[in-house]
């Protein structure tokens, strides 16, 4: 088999026309990181560094494992010298979905065969400037053409203002970019910078935080601008699931003391965060927002990574002793059929779990795509067989690309749709499922359903 050939991913005959028949369709992501300014200005990329890896930690993960200096990768080294850098050891990557990734992209949008390494670093660099030089390859232009976007929600904090979503949605001419409100800095009451933050939150809408009724009354109002602007969800990183059976006047009473600067307990920081997360299913029931769970990512685990370089760098982890059940179902319960619920995990072993609190609860709690260190072909595929077999396949939340690389919408989707029609092509030919079947289900769980539980 050739690489990233016709069968690239697909063993099987009926896999092969599932993919002929879903591989067009347009991208519906309903989570990503996307840089919104970036799009909205519409500048061309500078070089092949800054649109290939600059702000990808997967690559500067795997650079860092095959002993690629710091300052070549995220530090004051030119871009040429970084990309020069990463052709050289980029061989040894081979096994890894970024070798796969980048070296799609190449081939897709560039017309570029050749296999990254030392010898040809240099004219791939070269070859890809001179395309990003020209409109074609903006920003928005890589959306609306080869990447075949249709929608894509971005992931906001609750006081940004959202100008940039407005003047990218108006060079669209539509609402193309929408935008997910991501309210963790105000819950993570325990974060260094969480009192430093409600300042930021009081200045932004004019407000004195004297109570968390004050801070609900903003969170509000906060939710209320994002509805206007095409709001469809609410995202959560936790590393585990908080109960929603605290009282609201103890939870006044921990806000005040954080307020003041006073230390909190392991157990005061639960209870502020659980009656904060009910506040929030309560409004997105009533708006019919999709509440996302990001679930189980153990962060900055490497200290002298975060010292130096900050957060999102590549030092996060996943844990699998972590038990989300306790806490999980008493928020579940309270909201039961009233949200819609997508539970995502980092730990490949908490797909089980999820999978049959998915079952229990119906058709609004739904398990989302094969999560950061599960987005592979390894572990989409895996988890594409366990929901067929203990949960719906038709009730899946669809792909996200969970990406501030724009070039994901093309590989991490292509990559996924390959995986799907190869797992729905072998369930076919056990004799599992009927075909036709099998083209409608395909098509659903990549585009349709995804459209219409999203509400986008």
């Known amino acids: 088999m050739s690489f990233l050939g016709k069968n690239y991913l697909i063993k099987n005959q009926t896999g092969l026309e599932i993919f002929e028949s879903i591989k067009s369709l347009p991208v519906i992501d309903p989570h990503n990181h996307a840089n919104v300014k970036e799009i909205a200005d519409n500048n061309c990329y500078g070089d092949a560094w800054q649109l290939f890896a600059a702000t990808d930690h997967y690559v500067w993960e795997m650079l860092r494992k095959r002993g690629v200096p710091e300052e070549l990768i995220t530090g004051k080294a030119s871009n040429r010298e970084k ?86 949605n108006a060079a669209f001419g539509k609402t193309m970019i929408r935008p997910t409100w991501r309210p963790d800095k105000a819950m993570k009451i325990f974060a260094n910078g969480w009192r430093a933050y409600m300042g930021q939150v009081e200045e932004r809408f004019g407000v004195k935080l004297n109570s968390l009724a004050d801070l609900f009354d903003v969170l509000k109002r906060s939710h209320d601008y994002f509805a206007e602007r095409g709001c469809r969800a609410s995202d959560h990183g936790i590393e585990l699931p908080v109960r929603a059976d605290y009282d609201f006047a103890d939870a006044d009473a921990v806000f005040k003391k954080a307020m003041a600067g006073e230390k909190l307990t ?65 928020f579940l319960n309270r909201f039961d059929n009233r949200l819609k619920v997508v539970l995502y995990c980092l730990e490949a072993g908490h797909q089980a779990t999820l999978a049959t609190i998915a079952r229990a609860f119906g058709e609004k709690v739904v398990l989302g795509s094969a999560w950061w260190l599960n987005d592979t072909p390894i572990g989409m595929r895996r988890q594409l067989e366990y929901i067929g077999s203990t949960d719906v396949l038709s009730n899946f939340a669809g792909m996200v690309s969970d990406s501030r690389k724009l070039l994901s919408y093309g590989s991490r989707f292509e990559m996924f749709r390959r995986v799907l029609s190869d797992v729905l092509g072998d369930m076919t030919e056990r004799g599992q499922m009927p075909v036709e079947i099998t083209m409608d289900l395909a098509s659903r769980m990549a585009y349709s359903g995804t459209k219409k539980f999203w509400n986008l």
Request: glycine share 6%; proline share 4%; charged share 25%.
């Open 83 to 168: 990309f020069l850098s990463m052709a050289k050891v980029f061989p040894e990557v081979a096994g890894n979905p970024v070798y796969e990734w980048v070296h799609l992209d190449l081939k897709r949008y560039f017309g570029i065969d050749d296999l990254i390494n030392e010898a040809n670093g240099e004219k791939i660099y070269n070859a890809v400037n001179a395309r990003l030089a020209t409109d074609a390859y903006r920003p928005q232009a890589l959306l609306t053409g080869p990447l075949n976007v249709e929608v894509m929600c971005s992931t906001d904090d609750l006081i940004d203002k959202l100008e940039d979503h407005d003047r990218a």
């Open 266 to 330: 392991c157990e005061e920081c639960d209870i502020f965060m659980g009656v904060f997360m009910v506040e929030v299913g309560e409004l997105n029931s009533k708006t019919d927002w999709v509440t996302q769970l990001h679930l189980g990512a153990v962060r900055d685990v490497r200290t002298k990574l975060f010292d130096s370089l900050g957060p999102d760098v590549g030092g996060d982890v996943s844990n699998h002793y972590q038990d989300y059940l306790p806490a999980l179902v008493t």
